[in-house]
């Protein structure tokens, strides 16, 4: 099996206020083209564990490999290259550059990677909007368009660099039923026919349900 | 791995969207430069307005004689009482005479000099100006008018006729303009010149001399050197007084020393004549910079305020970059650019604000009774002032935006998207 993401007896203590252990011998994993979502009350640890998973947090121990290598203890430069090259990340709020047009923010990724030319950038961000049917914004400001419209735009952008896994801390969960229903086609569309991994930190059922597995946790620990 | 087009376009778009902000701490940099070149070009202008006023009467080195008593007195040749303590009272100066000896063979010397810009002979003489029955006492000064205003500015302070016409006039003489006023006279009139010995000489006025200090101007007056040793009746040779330029003044200590034990004479150089006048000088560039120090410093402030500002805005903006794969030092570099290019557009305008000032200032009219060559205020035009003024723009910019850049370098991305 071709596993694109792993963890080994990952621990985390908040040390502020009190001492706390958030997470507790967090072990999984996550195999290319999955869709796995991570459910659990409020507190549970899951989105402390998205973040360590996605290199962003570092203050942990235990062991994360990524494409079956391993990523504990690189620098904080070498984990933002990683972050740019090999994940994509969608936010519960969009979090979009607010000053940028659609287009710049989507390519903002692959001009930070810089591996192809700005020409190719363009038009793979192109490619990328069209096909999430919303390249007719490319050139709108981020900030005047629609909450949906902007979750999608942050989902182009998470696949710009076609990464290995994209990460989402509630993606859907600041959007009405609709979006929601939208964003997961696209979620399910990705998995399915590009074969990509998908890890979703979420709060709603329906959405879970329908995804290949869900990852239950309670006080840090992973139940099921 | 930096990719600097990326971070230069962050940079551009947060500059441009928050052109406001931008714009103030730009002209926060260009109020300070301006002020800077503004102030430093004018106060060096007053400073060498100062030092002209009395250096370019002064000569670098000035050679005469010296009446007074030697240092070895008759006594001290006697050698019985060489283990004595002798007083000697009632000294009189040696007997000497005013003249240089062979002062042509001297001015020859030290023209060869390769520091000797121009050696130029002078006879100093007391004399009476007639008036009527009136003498008022004064001093004829015999020169070579053309070489005096070439090494000496002679020219800045004839106010009526010129140094070319005293030296086409064997009888011609540079009045100072206190006695003319006393005597009335004008140029083309004559004036009778009496001798300590007695006799009288008709002299006619080609020129007034102002020097700025009155005293001078009611006793000083200049006629060609051939003209004096007539009226005094001596040879072409009867030199009192040589003046050198150098072309380098912190030479002159040094020559003076050697003139001195060389040919037996005494030599003043011009830094010992005007020490306290250096003294002057150097205060005041000290302030003159210590000003403008702090009105850079201060628009270094407020850079340093509105990028701080400026990163808390962008909390969010810098998270997101983060999360995207930018490293905290390329996040660094953003705001540094910023930093960077404020300080440049800003002292840039400051040059030219400071050029346009003193430019005005330059051309704003500043007639005084002591220096009468002055129209205008004075202002020096150094290009060094603007070197200095940019590079401290992009010294304290820089500076200014390190600090705050350091700070947005060190977010931590995951407490600020929880954060939300």
Known sequence: MNLVLETNNINKYFKKPVLFHVLKDINFKVSKGEFVSIMGKSGCGKSTLLYILSTMDNDYTGKLFLNNQLVTGNSRQELSAIRNKHIGFVFQFHYLLSEFSVLENVMLPAKKLGRKTFKEIEFDALQKLKMLHIDHLAKKRASRISGGEKQRVAIARALINNPSIIMGDEPTGNLDSHNSENVFNVFKELSVEQGLSLLVVTHDDDFASRSDRIIRMEDGKIIV | ?420
């Open chain 2, 1 to 420: 791995m930096t990719n600097w087009n990326v971070i230069a376009s962050i940079a551009k778009t947060h500059l441009l969207t928050k052109i406001k902000q931008t714009s103030t701490a730009a002209i926060g940099v260009t109020f300070g430069i301006g002020a800077y070149i503004t102030l430093v070009s004018f106060m060096s202008g007053l400073n060498q307005m100062m030092d002209d006023l009395i250096l370019n009467l002064t000569p670098h080195i000035h050679i005469y004689n010296e009446i007074e008593p030697s240092d070895r007195q008759p006594l001290n040749l006697y050698d019985k009482f060489k283990n004595s303590f002798n007083v000697v009272h009632s000294i009189k100066p040696k007997m000497n005479q005013k003249k240089i000896h062979n002062a042509f063979p001297i001015i020859n010397y030290l023209k060869e000099n390769e520091n000797a810009l121009g050696v130029l002979p002078q006879l100093k003489s007391q004399i009476f100006y007639i008036a009527g029955s009136i003498e008022m006492a004064g001093s004829l000064t015999g020169i070579k008018p053309l070489e005096e205003a070439t090494y000496f500015k002679l020219d800045d302070y004839i106010v009526q006729g010129s140094s070319n016409e005293l030296h086409n006039n064997s009888n011609g003489v540079l009045l100072g303009i206190e006695i003319a006023k006393k005597m009335s006279l004008r140029v083309g009139d004559r004036v009778q010149i009496s001798t300590i010995d007695g006799g009288v000489f008709p002299l006619k006025i080609v020129g007034l001399y102002q020097s700025g200090i009155a005293d001078i101007d009611a006793i000083q007056s200049f006629a060609n050197i051939k003209t004096v040793q007539r009226i005094l009746g001596v040879p072409q040779n009867y030199i009192t007084d040589i003046n050198v330029k150098l072309n380098n003044i912190d030479k002159a200590f040094l020559l003076a020393k050697n003139i001195e034990k060389q040919f037996n004479l005494t030599a003043v150089d011009i830094n010992t004549a005007n020490a306290q006048f250096e003294t002057g000088t150097s205060i005041r560039n000290l302030i003159t910079y210590a000003v403008s120090i702090t009105l850079l410093i201060v628009a270094g402030f407020g850079i340093y305020n509105i990028l701080n500002m400026l990163i808390y805005e962008k909390m969010n903006d810098i998270a997101i970059l983060m999360a995207t794969g930018f490293s905290g030092t390329d996040v660094q570099l953003i705001f540094m650019l910023q930093a960077i290019i404020i300080g440049i557009v800003g002292g840039i305008f400051g040059l030219v604000v400071g050029y346009g000032l003193s430019n005005l200032i330059d051309n704003i009219p500043f007639e005084t009774q002591a220096l009468p060559t002055v129209k205008t205020y004075p202002v020096i035009f150094n290009i060094w002032n603007y070197v200095i003024g940019i590079s401290f723009a992009f010294i304290s910019t820089f500076f200014a935006g390190y600090f705050p850049s350091q700070k947005a370098k060190k977010i931590d991305p995951v407490t600020i998207i929880r954060g939300q």
